[in-house]
């Protein structure tokens, strides 16, 4: 069979996944904190035809001869820039402006995870305190752990460091605690879990966990809330892109059909 008739095939496969992380990416235009996927690809392998040879006193060198066998994903990259803020003003939605992911753990206390997303709510609490926690009920913590405000406090805001404040029932201004941003050595090495979060590997590093603003982390906003970083333009043309190499291939393939064709038509 013909080398190109498989390298088509395989340029093919690969192109469908570069067409189903542009499709997630646009999903997820409007999903807070979401990073955006891009996929990498490279050359398979190539077969040598003739190896190279060196000068000699009566011939110049002659270059490798090699036939390429097709390409191969590299890579699918999450890109960590930063989405642009949106002002919602309300006190719990946070952003973080630099560096840096919010703490969340389960009720139980032993799975940690970390999130961009900022959208934050005060759960019905113990009967003393009332809790902040993520959309889908993890706690979101702080320097002593989990962040508890008063039932009976008037309201709440959280300072750029990370400091939540409340008044108090004799309107008397306190501290409930203070949020903390973990950091990593590599971004890019976190992994997706869904539901906004991200778990660490063995290539993102450990989380280096600190106050706001200190140690290269960024600032917390409060009253707004990071977008996602996908530019519709950009995944546009990406996907335009993927669907005219996914159509070239194709017609690799058609053509390499069309000559095993004539071969077998050869003897008639």
């Known amino acids: 069979m013909l080398r190109s008739m498989y390298s088509g095939i395989n340029a093919m496969k690969n192109f469908q996944v570069k067409l189903d992380v542009i499709g997630n990416n646009i999903a997820n235009v409007n999903t807070y904190g979401f990073k955006k996927g891009r996929t990498i690809f490279k050359d398979l392998v190539s077969q040598q035809i003739a ?18 066998l097709g390409m191969q ?5 999450t890109v960590h820039t ?17 560096d840096g992911f919010f703490v969340l753990e389960d009720a139980n206390g032993t799975n940690r995870l970390y999130t961009r997303a900022g959208n934050f709510y005060l759960d019905a609490g113990d009967g003393t305190n009332r809790y902040i926690v993520s959309a889908d009920g993890r706690y979101l913590l702080g320097t002593s752990g989990r962040i508890g405000i008063p039932v009976t406090a008037q309201s709440v ?9 409340y008044v108090d029932a004799n309107g008397q201004l ?3 605690g203070k949020i903390q941003l973990a950091k990593f050595s590599n971004n890019e090495g976190l992994e997706k879990v869904g539901d906004n979060l991200f778990r660490p590997t063995a290539n993102s590093g450990a989380a280096n966990i600190g106050d706001p603003g200190a140690n290269g982390t960024g600032t917390i906003v409060s009253g707004a809330l990071e977008m996602s970083n996908v530019d519709l333009a950009e995944e546009f043309t990406e996907m335009i892109v993927a669907q ?25």
């Open 244 to 268: 005219r190499g996914f159509q070239a291939n194709t017609r690799i393939i058609t053509t390499s059909d069309e000559i095993l064709q004539e071969l077998v038509n050869l003897k008639k």
């Open 82 to 98: 930063q989405g642009s803020t949106q002002p919602t003003g309300r006190p719990l939605d946070l952003a973080i402006s630099g």
């Open 51 to 68: 190896g190279a040879s060196g000068p000699t006193a009566n011939r110049g060198g002659v270059n490798p001869k090699q036939v390429g």
């Open 174 to 176: 306190q501290t409930a």
């Open 157 to 165: 805001s959280i300072g750029t460091d990370g400091t939540v404040s």
């Open 73 to 77: 994903l590299a890579a699918i990259d």
